[in-house]
């Protein structure tokens, strides 16, 4: 004898779908398939004779969907009978809401088999959220963050940023530590800039004991430091930011092995030696331990130093061609996602970086009495054309994150561009995307905006409208005025050579 998966089985007509499928149920509609059998339960909506939420598997006599119980099946409401919602149940007499409930409860719990006060609001949360089959899944036994969890209510320790860094480092551990902080449990913090420490101790656990503590100093009084002094709002410490800080550690500690197994530590080592052990790897793994050499240098703990890069030359902008064409496609490609087209513009007409770009929320939109639309930015006002006005509002008004926690508790000022951890904004997905549907060189597009409005604007001006230093703004007006002449020159010989 075949079990039901075994046995063959013949494809037959969905009346829903219209396609040849496996036939899972028969409703007052006719036959249907697993996939809409399954799409129907999830999605209750309003009956069109009883006026109640409900799975509508039915047809009304004017056409209309309607429920099981109006449609002459009583049985079929699926109504659960804990909180009387009616949809789709991944059990038998509980639907997806109150599973989560139960899931949550499993993994919270105290001793007193009740859920302590700290944690309640993240509890509601979970149970509140729009899609609780997401959360469900989330929270399914062999999980990651069910483990994580579940380790939290067996230690009884107080939730806090330092119990979660004792975890190993992963995407569980941060996606549960951002919906944590969003539902109030935690406080925020430059969670980037703040995983270096409990990466670094990691790091130095089977470092000599000399090593250790010259890396430790130079990361918490050089690297740290200077990052948090220089974090803020407005200025975020990205994911790029702390990949280069560990890739200068990363280099340093390779130097002090690479000297140990030499058998000189660093106030012995000569500049032959370091100059030796440059060419032992390539210029990306090991010249960035060059800052640490120098803060050793001023320290007096050596005589040696890595030389400073011969200047390269900058990338050249993309042609002024190249950016209108590619700016047309942000303002009038309909088949760009929304977010790509927006993001875009703002690159390419101001020549914004998209790491600030993607820190804008909606209240940095302002639309005043008389139509005209301003982006708050560095402290002034931009005001945005009316084709760009018209696509940063759509983006404003249309954008929604994935976070189902993160829906089901927006923030007061939500994220310009939200992203798929509650609470974030989309810094990484919106790069990949500029690139992959744009085909753009970000920073090769970004010079060429500001070579372009150099050449129109005063330095100090265009300073303070972009929130750019005073010295970068002459350097590109000096750039501007310089690609200027050049052009000309070329102009006026080709205009000799005609005559």
Not at 17 to 32: D, E, M, N, S
Not at 74 to 86: I, M, N, Q, V
Not at 172 to 187: D, K, N, P, S, Y
Not at 486 to 495: E, I, Q, V
Request: overall charge positive.
């Amino acid at each position: 004898m075949l079990c039901g998966d075994c046995r063959p089985t013949w494809a037959e007509r969905c009346a829903r779908c219209g396609r040849a499928k496996r036939i899972l149920a028969t409703w007052p509609i006719g036959r249907v398939c697993a996939s809409c059998y399954a799409y129907v339960r999830k999605h209750p909506a309003t009956c069109g004779l009883c006026g109640l939420s409900r799975p509508l598997i039915g047809q009304g006599p004017a056409g209309q969907s309607i429920c099981g119980p109006c449609a002459g099946r009583a049985d079929l409401d699926y109504t659960c009978p804990r909180c009387g919602e009616s949809g789709f149940a991944p059990t038998a007499g509980t639907c997806l809401r109150c599973a989560v409930a139960d899931r949550v409860i499993e993994l919270l719990r105290g001793p007193n088999n009740a859920i302590p006060d700290g944690l309640r609001p993240f509890a509601t949360a979970l149970t509140e959220v729009d899609s609780p089959e997401a959360i469900l899944h989330w929270l399914r036994p062999g999980q990651p963050a069910a483990h994580l969890l579940a380790a939290i209510s067996v230690s009884q320790e107080p939730v806090t940023h330092d119990l979660l860094d004792d975890f190993p480092p992963g995407l569980a551990v941060h996606r549960l530590r951002q919906t944590l902080v969003h539902t109030g449990i935690l406080t925020d913090r430059a969670d980037y800039l703040e995983r270096i420490e409990p990466w670094l101790d990691r790091q130095l656990a089977d470092q000599p004991a000399d090593h250790a503590q010259l890396i430790r100093t130079y990361t918490n009084w050089v690297l740290l430091r200077r990052a948090r002094q220089r974090t803020n709002a407005s200025q975020p410490f990205t994911p790029g930011a702390a990949n280069w800080a560990r890739t200068r550690i990363f280099a340093s500690l390779r130097l002090l092995e690479w000297l140990r197994q030499h058998n000189l530590d660093l106030g012995a080592a000569r500049q032959d030696d370091i100059d030796t052990w440059l060419t032992t790897g390539k210029p990306e793994s090991t010249y960035p331990a060059r800052e640490f050499l120098h803060w050793a240098k001023r320290r007096r703990l050596t005589t040696v130093a890595i030389p400073k890069k011969q200047h390269q030359t900058a990338l050249a902008p993309i042609t002024e061609d190249e950016r209108w064409h590619q700016l047309r496609r942000c303002l009038h490609d309909t088949t760009l996602p929304t977010a790509v087209r927006a993001a875009g513009a703002l690159v390419l007409l101001y020549g914004l970086p998209v790491s600030r770009v993607t820190t804008l929320r909606h209240n940095d939109i302002q639309h005043d009495p008389t139509g005209q639309t301003w982006l708050r930015y560095g402290g002034h006002r931009l005001q945005l054309p009316p084709a760009v006005a018209t696509l940063i509002l759509n983006q404003r008004d249309g954008a929604s994150t994935v976070s189902v926690v993160g829906r089901s508790r927006p923030q007061d000022h939500q994220w310009l561009f939200p992203g798929g951890f509650p609470g974030r904004p989309a810094r990484d997905a919106i790069y990949r995307a500029l690139r992959s549907h744009l085909g753009l060189h970000l920073r090769r597009a970004r010079s060429a905006a500001l070579a372009s409005l150099a050449a129109q604007i005063p330095a100090a001006v265009l300073a303070q409208l972009l929130d750019i230093n005073i010295n970068t703004a002459i350097a590109w007006a000096n750039y501007a005025q310089h690609d200027w002449t050049t052009y000309l020159t070329a102009r006026n010989k080709a205009a000799a050579n005609h005559t």
